[in-house]
Structures are given as structure tokens and as C-alpha cells.
């Protein structure tokens, strides 16, 4: 099956850009998406199809694909940015489809 | 305005039976590709099941042949029949509406998660 990495974490100071990776055999190929949790909340949709953002995320949310590495900036990061940000693809290589997570990125600001 | 509930988590005994409803409003389910997603606690994110418009379905490995996944499109609800529970399948259970281009891709609408314990 199909595996996405991402670091565990990751930590940034207000004002500045953060930048979480995912990292998945030819990703490049893939449409990639990007989820913010934060704590005690459901998941939100904050990048579709790599670099698309839904109605209400901010612009400095954006995302980028190449190769075997997607990323999702996020730039004038504030605290409430604070979150766990989970990369996700659709696989279609098995016998059936499967909807694959990252592992989560825990982003601090400092 | 486009929401899902999702209901029905507890506590329940090893090899019991639980199912979870999921109501949506502000959207038809059985026009849309609808998905039950998991999250163990302390853990990320696992897809367990998708249900198609048209009605096909399927199941992570690790719930198929375990777990069913419905509709009712006259309640406008999303089901989860889950039987011989696991001590591994204890988490937060959260339906969700899922984005569909040229496939189902991303999930863009999350209820607020339902609390399955499997315990005795």
C-alpha cells in the first residue's frame, strides 16, 4: 500500500513561513491534500488537489507538488495556526481504492 | 448550511456490535460520495469505508468483512454497522462528504466525530 511521510513536527516563530512536507513515492503524480486539526476538533480541508484553496482558508495557506515531496506553506504564521496537518492521496493502484494519511505534522509556534 | 452529525459511539464490549448514524443537511447524501474516517486516540488519521453515489462500497483491510457501510436516503443518513469489535478499532469515528473531479478525492465536509470504546 501506498505511504505518506511527513515529520512529526515542526516549529515556527509568529510572522514567519512554515513549511510541512509529504513525502510519498512519485507524490508528483498525485493529487495531494491537506487537513488541519486542532485539538479536541474534526479535521479541515485546507488544500485540495495540491495547490487549491476551499472558500474561507486564508491565502497564506498554500500548497505545492513535485517529485516525491508535496508541501503545504503556510506564510505570517500566527498562533492560530497551531495545529496537526495531515497530507492525504487517493490510491488506486490495489484491487480496490484506498484513502491514504500522513502520519500528522505537529506545527508549534513559538 | 452544510453540516453532519454523526451518533451512536460508546462503550461496548470485545466482539460486541455497535452502528453509527451519521445526518447531513444541506446536501443529499445519495448524490455524494460519503466516507467514515478514524482516529485512534493520541493518533492520526485512518480511512475505514467509502460508499459511492451509485452504491458501490468498500473497506479498509483492516474492518472488512467486519464492518458495513450504508445509507438511507429517505432520512438522508449515513450509516456504520460495526460487529466483532476489536480492542484497535477504539476511536473517534467521523463521517465525511468527499470531493469528486475525476475520482473521490479529498474529504471537504467532517462531522464532529463520534466516541467508540471497545473494552470489557
Known amino acids: 500500500s501506498y505511504v505518506l511521510t511527513q515529520p512529526p513536527s515542526v516549529s515556527v516563530a509568529p510572522g514567519k513561513t512554515a513549511r510541512i512536507t509529504c513525502g510519498g513515492n512519485n507524490i508528483g503524480s498525485k493529487s495531494v491534500h491537506w487537513y488541519q486539526q486542532k485539538p479536541g476538533q474534526a479535521p479541515v480541508l485546507v488544500i485540495y488537489?495540491?495547490?487549491d484553496r476551499p472558500s474561507g482558508i486564508p491565502e497564506r495557506f498554500s500548497g505545492s507538488n513535485s517529485g516525491n515531496t508535496a508541501t503545504l506553506t503556510i506564510s505570517r504564521v500566527e498562533a492560530g495556526d497551531e495545529a496537526d496537518y495531515y497530507c492525504q492521496v487517493w490510491d488506486s493502484s490495489s484491487d480496490h481504492p484506498y484513502w491514504v494519511f500522513g502520519g500528522g505534522t505537529k506545527l508549534t509556534v513559538l | 448550511e452544510v453540516q453532519l452529525v454523526e451518533s451512536g459511539g460508546g462503550l461496548v464490549q470485545p466482539g460486541g456490535s455497535l452502528r453509527l448514524s451519521c445526518a447531513a443537511s444541506g446536501f443529499t447524501v445519495s448524490s455524494n460520495y460519503m466516507s467514515w474516517v478514524r482516529q485512534a486516540p493520541g493518533k492520526g488519521l485512518e480511512w475505514v469505508s467509502v460508499?459511492?453515489?451509485?452504491?458501490?462500497?468498500y473497506y479498509a483491510d483492516s474492518v472488512k468483512g467486519r464492518f458495513t457501510i450504508s445509507r438511507d436516503n429517505s432520512k438522508n443518513t449515513l450509516y456504520l454497522q460495526m460487529n466483532s469489535l476489536r480492542a484497535e478499532d477504539t476511536a473517534v469515528y467521523y463521517c465525511a462528504r468527499m470531493v469528486v473531479a475525476a475520482a473521490p478525492d479529498a474529504f471537504d465536509i467532517w462531522g464532529q466525530g463520534t466516541m467508540v470504546t471497545v473494552s470489557s
Open positions: 488537489y495540491d495547490s
Open positions: 460508499i459511492y453515489s451509485g452504491g458501490s462500497t
